[in-house]
């Protein structure tokens, strides 16, 4: 079956500093990526996505991420986090396939922004 | 802007009670998933429908049933509610799967 692994659960940084939450997938095959943000006690919001095309993928605020197929991660990354960036992060993977609109998501990283 | 509207952010239920859980989109999406997110577990879906009156069984159907008689409507149903079932849950909808809309989530205590 396939899977996500978000190899960090909790990521505590001071703020300014710089941030990457790590993501691998489980297959090769074709895939979309996605990263969520989800705020306490609120639904996720995506925060951006890799379809195709550059594997430099930009974001909502500040955040961008890498697909790297032979290592098949998708980490993400901000140079300078905020307060406000606290929160966790979810990745999650659509499986390319007839008739296939699932995701597969990540257990999560909780992102700590320090003051 | 689009929306998914999960009827209640709240929920505090009985064991062996059956549960209502109702989510709206307005955005005309054929595909619509009910989530369950416990901790260190991450998102699990539990089922999902890809058109009215559809249905499939996700990772975890057990001890839950669903409803799609309209388009934009797809509710979760917990036919006796037990202390197991304690979870967030979470409703997406998505027209290609290539993102989804997520409400804001129903977070639901069995006593």
């Known amino acids: 079956a396939q899977s996500v692994t978000q190899l960090d659960s909790q990521v505590p940084v001071f703020e300014e500093a710089p941030v990457e939450l790590r993501c691998n997938y489980s297959s090769s095959v074709s895939v979309y990526l996605f990263w969520y943000v989800q705020y306490p006690n609120q639904g996720l919001q995506l925060l951006l996505k890799y379809l195709s095309g550059s594997t430099l993928v930009k974001g909502i605020n500040g955040f961008e991420a890498e697909f790297n197929k032979s290592q098949t991660s998708f980490h993400l990354r901000k140079p300078s986090v905020h307060i406000s960036d606290t929160a966790e992060y979810f990745c999650a993977v659509k499986y390319s396939g007839a008739g296939s609109y699932q995701l597969t998501f990540g257990k999560g990283t909780k992102l700590s922004v320090i003051p | 802007d689009v929306k998914v509207t999960q009827s209640s952010r709240y929920l505090v239920k009985r064991t062996g009670e059956k549960v209502f859980l109702e989510c709206v989109q307005d955005?005309?999406?054929?595909?619509m998933f009910w989530y369950r997110q416990d901790p260190g577990l991450g998102l699990r879906l539990i089922y999902f429908s890809y058109d009215v009156k559809m249905k499939e069984k996700g990772d975890i159907p057990e001890g839950y049933s669903v409803s799609r008689e309209k388009k934009e409507r797809f509710s979760l149903i917990l036919e006796s509610a037990s202390t197991n079932q304690t979870s967030m849950y979470l409703c997406?909808?998505?027209?290609?799967?290539?993102?989804?809309?997520f409400g804001s989530g129903t977070r639901l205590t069995v006593v």
């Open positions: 997406a909808s998505t027209p290609e799967g290539y993102g989804y809309t």
């Open positions: 955005m005309d999406h054929e595909n």
